[in-house]
């Protein structure tokens, strides 16, 4: 099988059950070599389930695993050439710095000189050599992130596996170690597979995502297509913000779909498999691809009147309301304010999107 | 032990799972051996009957429990009424044991409280204040009290010394000596349970209680102590069971008159005289008893965590 | 500060009571601790400071008894309180890291076994269990007593303290490479070193200081400390034994000091 030897892993039919619970319903994914792959989803939707099942921590109750063509998932989690930064980091409290980064080499059979000196290269890596004789106690979180990194990385696995690593650290560590994560992934060449319930962190860093839910992979995609092309309610909500509308459609034309809104609106979109005429379906439109103007701009215009607007920073958040229809929420950048629109509560105005920027979802 | 007891079961992790078979495999051994088939033994051989040198014979006989419970008149061939000779130094045990309990508790509860709500930092201080006394040797504590309250000791000196009294108030040999012997013995296993209840005891029930027009007296009865009843439960069994099969304190504060089971038991095998048998039988049913008071307060502790 | 201020959780009294308590438990071991050091051969008049009975222990006329109970008592201690806390240290990895099993519960009744049946019972059943399978009396009995009586005291610290221990430090250690084996003994062992000492010095004591079960299983003319205390104040309180209790006395306070800040050092942190 020539292409499973070019993914770096390959899950076939996975399923994880404890007792009666089933935490992972028939997952098959593959991940394919030098990716930086997410797995992401809400807490106990399976994914970190899963990335333990590939560490060697979990049980496969039924399918297969496979690392380059090897199958794995009998293997115990030391004869496993991937290697895992823990959430809590996990970094060994009775040793040091330089020790805890030399261990995997150390089991690996170096001896320890060789050990402490690729654990010195390594720790060179992450600007912290001046911290080698330290334990892990006296550095910061950041620091103990960036050790557990060197740590996991200094083997050379085949794959990273990285469980929620940056939920520790507060906004501006996290944003900043988002990005020193990715070169390092881009520098090393090693596939990376990321577990996090952020999805603001799954966008910006990964080349795919898989979100999962409830133990079902929702969707698999790149973060352009999660975002823009939700495939489902639970992808399009999960996933940003966005105005959930209760649709039916009314007829499909050449690939549109006439769709409507209630109270006498309606809205054109592209169609989608699965969603056929006479269907009630739910509709998503992302707030910062409306915008609002006091006559009808676009084909896509609809009719309303402002109920509230709330300021928060970077953007001005509007409630609309649709006569006899739904509310919508359109959100303007500040930046934007020269070219966008502002209303008062209550005056009347439109509502407009591009074509194609609502989406319908197929359940 | 209580505190043991809870987390004992709680969740654990499986990562040699594999291998705890062979783990548990040395205290299976140890335990099984020197400490559940001696227990097994002893119930064997109170059905023996008994060598007059010490030991047994191995027939089956029922003596032994025939003695504790039936008088049988001087020549032992009347029909069984009712013996009370041992039932009465069970009951005086039980007794003992009993004022013992309450008198930890007078004193154990206030300490537990007043500790437990020091600042934060204190507590492990005043925790291990109190824990001190019971690393050192029970016999030399229990020798120390004989010593402090004898009629030519030092308490009596200073309280004749300081014209409180004319003449040495008698203590050793008095059931109260060995309450106070029994107190001293146990009552870190008093305090160090209700301490652990009280700490985790939300006061902020207090303030809502006293918010709402309740006394400090009435917020303490009616909101603390029914949420720190497991722990005082705890306290009073941890004290009470080691009390009543004690031998030190009864045999070097109480004297020949207030003779309590330790010593009927220990008589049993003392040299020549005893009858290993009636030993036997008089330690099975104090363990029957205690097991019967630990069985009940497990069940009460599981059934106040489910209610938690 | 005019007003008293309104402390909803103190109680008047409860301060006082305390420190009777205190006094309670402290009143007697002083006493002891200051008569050891008195001059006077009586034990009933103070007659000024000296080292005369701490020498008497060790050259008196009774020095060679209580230095062969002594040596007896160490050695006992020291042995019971090593096998007893390796036994407790596999056990407690079975309990706190084997998963949830059937015989997990009965294990853990086997376990407190000790700390349920009151002391002179197991002392009887001890005997008889000796006296049945023909095994002499001695310091070998004593041993076999004290390793078993003493696997729950090293248990409880050391279980404690491994539930403490989050399983992510042996799977890290699995992740690199190490065998379950390395990850015990490399990675796991050091981090309960805190709950091992505090084990091992819990079951040393507890050794050092038994008497009851000692008393029956010793066979004659054997001795440890407590049972030589006991039989030598049972003719009455002598000077030296008040010397004798002082220095246990001491190194029980030696011992739950380290225990106190063993406990307090937090290697996980």
């Given at each position: 099988m020539s292409n499973t030897t070019s993914n770096a892993i390959e899950v076939r039919d996975a399923v994880k059950r404890y007792g009666d619970f089933t935490?992972?319903?028939r997952i098959s994914l593959s991940i394919k070599d030098n990716e930086f792959f997410t797995l992401l989803g809400p807490s106990g939707c399976g994914k970190t389930t899963l990335l333990r099942m590939i560490a060697g921590f979990e049980d496969v109750t039924e399918g297969a695993i496979f690392l380059y063509g090897d199958e794995i998932e009998n293997l115990p989690p030391h004869q496993r050439p991937v290697n895992t930064v823990f959430q809590n980091y996990a970094l060994f409290p009775h040793m040091t710095i330089l020790d805890n980064v030399a261990f995997g080499l150390e089991m690996r059979g170096k001896s320890k000189d060789q050990a402490r000196s690729r654990a010195g290269e390594m720790l060179e890596l992450v600007q912290l050599s001046q911290f080698a004789a330290r334990k892990p106690s006296q550095l910061s979180g950041g620091q103990q992130q960036r050790v557990a990194l060197a740590r996991a990385l200094a083997p050379q696995p085949k794959v990273l596996l990285l469980d929620e690593p940056l939920s520790a650290l507060d906004l501006k560590l996290r944003k900043a170690m988002q990005l020193e994560l990715k070169h390092l992934q881009r520098e090393t060449g090693i596939t990376f597979i990321f577990v996090t319930h952020d999805q603001e962190e799954a966008l910006t860093m990964s080349d795919r995502i898989a979100v999962m839910s409830a133990g079902e992979m929702q969707q698999l995609g790149g973060p352009k297509d999660i975002y823009e092309k939700p495939r489902n309610m639970f992808v399009a909500d999960f996933i940003g913000e966005t105005n959930l509308l209760e649709v039916s459609v009314d007829g499909i034309n050449n690939g549109r779909a006439v769709c409507h809104l209630g109270g006498g609106h309606e809205l054109t979109c592209d169609a989608v498999d699965g969603v056929g005429v006479g269907s009630h379906v739910h509709m998503s439109v992302r707030p910062e691809r409306l915008y609002m103007s006091d006559k009808p701009v676009e084909t896509e215009s609809l009719k309303g009147r402002i109920k509230e607007n709330i300021f928060v920073g970077t953007d001005i958040t509007t409630i609309v309301d649709l006569e006899d229809g739904p509310e919508f929420v359109v959100r303007t950048s500040n930046s934007d304010r020269g070219n966008k629109r502002i209303f008062e509560p209550g005056a009347e105005m439109y509502v407009n999107m591009e074509l194609g920027a609502a989406r319908l979802l197929v359940d | 032990m209580a505190a043991g007891a809870a987390s004992g079961g709680s969740a654990t992790t499986d990562t040699y799972k594999e291998s705890r078979f062979w783990l548990l495999l040395p205290a299976w051994v140890v335990l099984g051996i020197f400490v559940l088939a001696p227990v097994m033994m002893m119930l064997i051989y109170s059905f023996l009957t008994k060598e007059f040198r010490g030991g047994v014979i191995w027939e089956l006989s029922f003596a032994a429990y025939d003695q504790f419970f039936?008088?049988?008149?001087l020549f032992g061939d009347e029909p069984c009424t009712i013996e009370w000779t041992y039932i009465q130094i069970f009951w005086r045990s039980i007794w003992q044991a009993g004022a013992a309990t309450l008198l930890s508790l007078a004193i154990g509860f206030p300490t537990a409280y007043f500790i437990a709500t020091r600042p934060e930092s204190q507590r492990p201080l005043w925790v291990f204040l109190i824990t001190i006394p019971y690393w050192v040797n029970l016999l030399i504590r229990t020798v120390s009290m004989k010593f402090l309250l004898r009629d030519q000791g030092p308490l009596n000196d200073a309280l004749i010394g300081i014209g409180l009294l004319d003449s040495p108030l008698?203590?050793?040999?008095?059931n109260f000596a060995v309450q106070l012997g029994l107190f001293y013995s146990y009552l870190p296993f008093m305090v160090l349970p209700i301490y652990a209840a009280v700490e985790r005891y939300n006061f902020a029930l207090s303030e809502a209680a006293a918010d709402l027009y309740a006394t400090k007296w009435t917020t303490l009865r009616r909101i603390l102590l029914p949420a720190v009843k497991p722990g005082v439960i705890a306290g009073c069994i941890l004290v009470f069971v080691p009390s009543m099969g004690s031998f030190l304190a009864p045999d070097l504060l109480g004297?020949?008159?207030?003779?309590?089971i330790g010593s009927l038991i220990e008589e049993q095998f003392k040299g020549n005289a005893g009858n290993w048998p009636f030993g036997a039988a008089a330690s099975m049913i104090l363990l029957t008893m205690v097991l019967i008071i630990l069985l009940i307060f497990a069940r009460q502790q599981a059934k106040a965590e489910k209610e938690a | 500060m005019a007003t008293a201020k309104y402390d909803i959780k103190s109680y008047s009294g409860f301060r006082a009571i305390t420190l009777l308590c205190l006094v309670v438990l402290y009143a007697p071991l002083v006493i002891v601790t200051i008569y050891s050091?008195?001059?006077?051969?009586?034990?009933?008049?103070w007659e000024g400071i000296s080292l005369k009975w701490y020498a008497d222990v060790f050259t008196g006329p009774e020095s060679e008894k209580f230095k062969l109970a002594a040596r007896n008592s160490f050695v006992i201690a020291i042995t019971a309180a090593t096998v007893s806390t390796s036994i407790a240290v596999f056990a407690a990895t079975a309990m706190v890291r084997g998963g949830k099993f059937k015989l997990r519960t009965v294990s853990f009744g086997l376990i407190s076994l000790p700390l349920m049946v009151p002391e002179i019972v197991t002392a009887v059943a001890t005997l008889i269990f000796f006296n049945s399978i023909g095994f002499d009396r001695g310091i070998m009995t004593i041993l076999i007593a004290h390793i078993a009586f003493c696997i729950p005291f090293a248990y409880l610290p050391i279980s404690a303290r491994m539930q403490g221990i989050e399983d992510s430090y042996e799977q890290a250690a699995m992740d690199l490479y190490a065998t379950k084996r390395q990850a015990f003994t490399k990675i796991l062992l050091p981090l309960m070193m805190p709950g091992i000492i505090s084990g091992f010095l819990l079951a040393f004591i507890v050794s050092l200081d038994d008497f009851i079960i000692t008393n029956f299983v010793k066979g004659a003319g054997v001795e440890t400390l407590p049972t030589a205390i006991f039989g030598a104040v049972k003719q009455g309180i002598k000077p030296n034994i008040m010397a004798i209790s002082t220095m246990l006395l001491g190194i029980s306070v030696i011992m739950v000091t380290i225990s106190y800040f063993v406990s307090k050092t937090d290697n996980t942190k």
């Open positions: 935490a992972l319903k | 039936c008088d049988r008149g008698h203590i050793v040999n008095t004297g020949a008159k207030n003779f309590m | 050091f008195n001059s006077s051969a009586s034990i009933t008049t």
